[in-house]
């Protein structure tokens, strides 16, 4: 299926694995909404990039921890680009877990209710709201962005990967639910963008688990995106792997 004259949004499109995304989709033929929240400048060089490349491109400001951004997202998305092909649900935040002063892991309300708000429930909403936009030409699909830390979580970050095992089992339910209008899949990076915070000792341990022996790169999962995007007419209520082999060692 050609994507030519298609629309996607993307949110958090403006940097790391959304920008990849969304300037991958652009030179499948889409035309791209990029949604960012704080990102303004780098959303700025996404969109010369997709208009480069003779696309459209949109930018969506909003923090999707706000729940009255859902509905505009997608609104100003159709009333800009004229429709809504592909939903890719890359935002994400990814935080460290509190911890008190003997260095033990206390439970958090409010950081619960942030991380799993941005990171599942707004995938949910915008899901939700872009359902009969979707369906419109009989060619919808929604990509949701997971993690392999679903089945191999992270001590340090149970919130987050609790909302990613979470949104697994959204994207497999929303894929029956959607179905046959609408394709519904999931994609699960290991490495492809290391947080800033990490050192090279670090990098290097994590990298020494990957059976490939490399880390992966936002390009290699912008290439699944599209693939699911573009070539997978029957593929639907899947999780795939992008990880070098992490998840099998």
């Known amino acids: 299926m050609t994507l030519d004259g298609s629309v996607a949004l993307v ?13 991958e989709l652009a030179r499948a033929g889409c035309d791209v909404a990029v949604h960012y929240r704080n990102s303004g400048a780098q959303a700025q060089e996404v969109a010369s990039i997709i208009e480069g490349l003779g696309r459209s491109c949109l930018l969506i400001e909003a923090d999707l921890c706000d729940a009255s951004s859902w509905p505009a997202i997608v609104g100003r998305t159709v009333d800009g680009l004229g429709r809504l092909d592909i939903l890719v649900n890359n935002a994400s935040v990814f935080p460290i ?6 260095d033990e892991q206390v439970f958090d309300q409010a950081h619960w209710e942030s991380t ?14 872009a359902r009969v936009h979707l369906a419109a030409h009989g060619r919808g699909s929604v990509i949701n962005l997971c993690d392999i830390s679903s089945s191999k979580p992270w001590p340090a970050h149970l919130a987050y ?6 949104l697994e089992s ?25 947080p800033e915070s990490y050192g090279e000792a670090l990098r290097n341990k994590l990298v020494d688990l990957v059976p490939m022996g490399r880390p992966g790169t936002p390009e290699e999962v ?7 995007a573009e070539s997978a007419d029957y593929i639907t209520g899947q999780i795939i792997p992008i990880d070098g082999g992490r998840t099998i060692a």
């Open 161 to 166: 990967c609790s909302s990613k095992a979470a």
């Open 222 to 228: 912008a290439s699944l995106v599209r693939f699911l």
């Open 116 to 129: 799993l708000r941005t990171n599942l429930i707004a995938p949910a909403a915008l899901c939700h709201l």
């Open 170 to 194: 959204l994207t497999r339910g929303l894929a029956k639910a959607f179905a046959p209008e609408i394709r519904v899949n999931g994609v699960a990076p290991g490495i492809a963008v290391f």
């Open 97 to 102: 877990d509190p911890k008190n002063s003997d």
């Open 11 to 23: 949110t958090g499109g403006a940097r790391r694995v959304g920008r990849a995304i969304a300037i």
